[in-house]
C-alpha cells in the first residue's frame, strides 16, 4: 500500500451543520470544502467521506434518505470538479438506535472501521493519510487508527477533545497544511 487518503467527516466539515440532515434543500456547504478537496485530490489523496448517521439509527429518516442526499452532494462535488472516491456511513447508535439499528459497530466512530475499510478498498496507507473532524470522535477514530494528522475544525467541541490534532478555524487552514508538507 503507497495511497493515501484525506478522511472527510460530513456533517460540520463537508456541510454546515443542521441537526440530522436528510433533505437536499438543506445542504449548504462549508466554505472552502471544494477547493480543499481540489487541492488534495492533486496531491494525490484520496477523497473518501466518513460519516455517522444517527439520525438513521434513531429512525428520523432512512438508509435511502441519506443516500439520495449523497447522490445529491456527489453531482455537487463533480460540478465543482471534484470526484469523492468513497462515501462509507454508520448507521448505528449503541443507546439511541431503534430495532436492528440499536448496537455498537466497528464503523462508529470514534471505531476505526470505516477508515480501514477505505484503506483496504483503496490500497491506502493510514500514516500518510489525514482526517477533518468537528468531533472528538473523528479525532479518536484518526489517533487509534494512526493517521498522520487529524484536523479539529473549532466550534462544536467546546472543551477540545483528548489525542493528537491540529485545531483550525476553516478549512483554508488544512488546505494551507496539505500544501506545505505535499
Known amino acids: ?99 436492528d439499528y440499536k448496537r455498537e459497530h466497528e464503523d462508529r466512530k470514534p471505531g476505526t472501521g470505516m477508515l480501514r475499510h477505505g484503506a483496504r478498498e483503496f490500497g491506502v496507507e493510514l500514516g500518510k493519510s489525514v482526517m477533518v473532524g468537528d468531533r472528538c470522535s473523528d479525532i479518536a477514530a484518526a489517533n487509534a487508527a494512526g493517521l498522520r494528522q487529524a484536523f479539529l475544525i473549532q466550534g462544536t467541541e467546546a472543551e477540545g477533545c483528548g489525542g493528537e490534532y491540529l485545531a483550525v478555524d476553516g478549512l483554508d487552514e488544512v488546505e494551507g497544511w496539505l500544501v506545505e508538507r505535499g
Request: charged share 20%; glycine share 12%.
Open 1 to 99: 500500500m503507497s495511497g493515501r487518503a484525506l478522511f472527510l467527516d460530513r456533517d460540520g466539515v463537508i456541510n454546515h451543520e443542521v441537526g440530522y440532515l436528510h433533505q437536499v434543500e438543506d445542504v449548504r456547504f462549508v466554505d472552502g470544502i471544494f477547493s480543499l478537496c481540489r487541492i488534495a485530490a492533486g496531491l494525490g489523496y484520496r477523497l473518501i467521506v466518513v460519516t455517522n448517521q444517527a439520525g438513521i439509527a434513531r429512525g428520523f429518516y432512512s438508509e435511502a434518505d441519506f443516500e439520495a442526499v449523497m447522490v445529491w452532494m456527489r453531482e455537487a462535488f463533480r460540478a465543482e470538479g471534484v470526484e469523492l472516491d468513497a462515501v462509507y456511513h454508520c448507521p448505528f447508535h449503541p443507546e439511541h438506535g431503534v430495532g
